[in-house]
């Protein structure tokens, strides 16, 4: 039994060697990919240095450091609320953020408090890890869902950092992927080397288990992108939503948020049939990506819609019907503009959904489609809650037939609004606090 164990140890660090050799060698390679990326304005024209683990800013001299890694956007944004917290309960603490996405820098910079220090990632190659981790000198590392890069977390462990993997979570086929032989030992490696792992459902928590996670850092706090924190907008801003709440008050009023290519076909080909029955009806367009956006509002223009941008601050003048929005971190605030929501990303194979709390947050009529990976968890509790509180739809006659019921029956209308807000709230409270407690006990107080 002994000799096994042992064998077993061996070869997960005969293929974490193999990795790190293999980033090493092809370092160079890395490094002409990310000069690529940053040519096409995929880096950050100034800072993209940060991403090779050579830091813009200084390391504050005295107290620990606790860092707070996230890949993009929507991740981010749901450790902005346990940042916020631990701020509040242990200002001895210094706290550094880093994510790797342009678009998640350009949000998260106005949402941080400003005691919080934010640098691009470094790239998980030897180098650059080394380097970040040598500079910086973290006492702990909070790693957002499922940015498991080898040499972060060996790194890490070698240097005697803590571990906590919060809204832990694997995807079908990541799930797939490492439970092949070849890297099955690396995961096993990766996840012994955790202090916590907090699931997001008991699902994941099982894939976790299958990976070999030891079964007593496994502790569950709850959904982190309940944790819907009211992010202030700038004034200007904030006074344009007014505007538009105005001149939409009299309108009949849909949303179709964080649409993928494709899905928009959709959307206004339901927009162009519920035009005949309901003249007066504005519909809110929000592309994932924001170049998306500009690339419809340009085909509507030529075809002749009166179609208002986002960007460009125009005013819903007599007659605009579409209202399409091609700016980030906006969009909890925008639901506000109205009673319904359609979640895209979930209409076609191949997506995987997008989170649909905020949308019930502010009191919407929510509805999907059914490709939503991860987010079935979400949507399951909500259901389970309510079965009002989420509507999936399957396509576009499906959303045809839910969207004409809604705006025909106040009544049906409110009653979805309200179970899908009530249930937000019942699944939000306490998810910060949990997470918090699960941090202190299982991280901090171990240093």
């Not at 890490?156 to 832990?168: D, F, P, Q, W």
């Not at 259901?383 to 045809?400: H, Y």
């Amino acid at each position: 039994m002994a000799t096994a164990v042992a064998g077993h140890k061996l070869k997960e660090h005969m293929v974490y060697k193999i990795y790190r050799a293999l980033t090493y060698g092809l370092s160079p390679l890395i490094h002409l990919h990310l000069h690529w990326r940053r040519l096409r304005g995929l880096e950050h024209p100034i800072r993209w240095r940060e991403r090779l683990g050579q830091p813009s800013l200084r390391r504050p001299s005295a107290g620990p450091l606790l860092w707070f890694h996230a890949v993009s956007l929507g991740e981010g944004m749901a450790a902005i609320p346990v940042i916020n917290f631990c701020s509040q309960r242990r200002p001895d603490i210094n706290i550094l953020m880093t994510t790797t996405t342009v678009s998640a820098f350009e949000v998260l910079k106005d949402r941080l408090p400003a005691n919080v220090i934010y640098q691009f990632a470094p790239l998980d190659t030897p180098a650059a890890m080394d380097a970040f981790l040598g500079y910086w000198k973290p006492n702990w590392v909070v790693i957002m869902e499922s940015e498991l890069w080898p040499n972060l977390i060996m790194g890490a462990s070698r240097c005697g950092i803590g571990l906590a993997l919060l809204n832990a979570r694997l995807s079908a086929k990541s799930f797939r992927h490492w439970s092949r032989p070849l890297l099955f030992p690396l995961i096993s490696l990766l996840l012994s080397q955790f202090s916590l792992i907090a699931p997001l459902s008991s699902v994941q928590a099982i894939h976790f288990q299958l990976l070999q996670a030891p079964p007593f850092c496994i502790n569950f706090s709850g959904d982190l992108k309940y944790a819907v924190g009211e992010y202030e907008l700038l004034m200007k801003d904030a006074k344009h939503i007014e505007y538009l709440q105005q001149q939409l008050s009299q309108k009949q009023v849909w949303m179709a948020a964080s649409i993928h290519r494709g899905e928009e076909e959709i959307i206004l080909g339901v927009h162009n049939v519920l035009m005949q029955s309901h003249p007066d009806i504005v519909t809110i367009i929000v592309p994932r990506h924001p170049q998306h956006g500009k690339e419809i509002y340009e085909v509507l223009q030529k075809g002749g819609q009166n179609v208002a941008l986002r960007s460009q601050h125009k005013e819903l003048v007599p007659g605009t019907k579409i209202y399409l929005v091609d700016t980030l971190g906006e969009l909890r605030h925008l639901y506000k503009l109205a009673p319904i929501a359609v979640i895209g990303g979930s209409f076609f194979p191949g997506l995987a959904g997008h989170n649909i709390s905020e949308a019930a947050a502010a009191g919407c009529a929510v509805l999907t489609g059914h490709h939503i990976g991860h987010f079935s968890h979400m949507v399951r509790e909500m259901q389970q809650l309510n079965p009002l509180s989420v509507m999936q739809v399957s396509g576009k006659l499906e959303l045809e037939k839910a969207l004409r019921e809604l705006f025909a029956d106040a009544k049906v209308l409110e009653s979805r609004q309200k179970a899908a807000k009530e249930s937000f709230h019942s699944l939000s409270t306490a998810v910060v606090s949990n997470a918090w407690n699960l941090l202190d006990i299982h991280l901090l107080r171990q240093d």
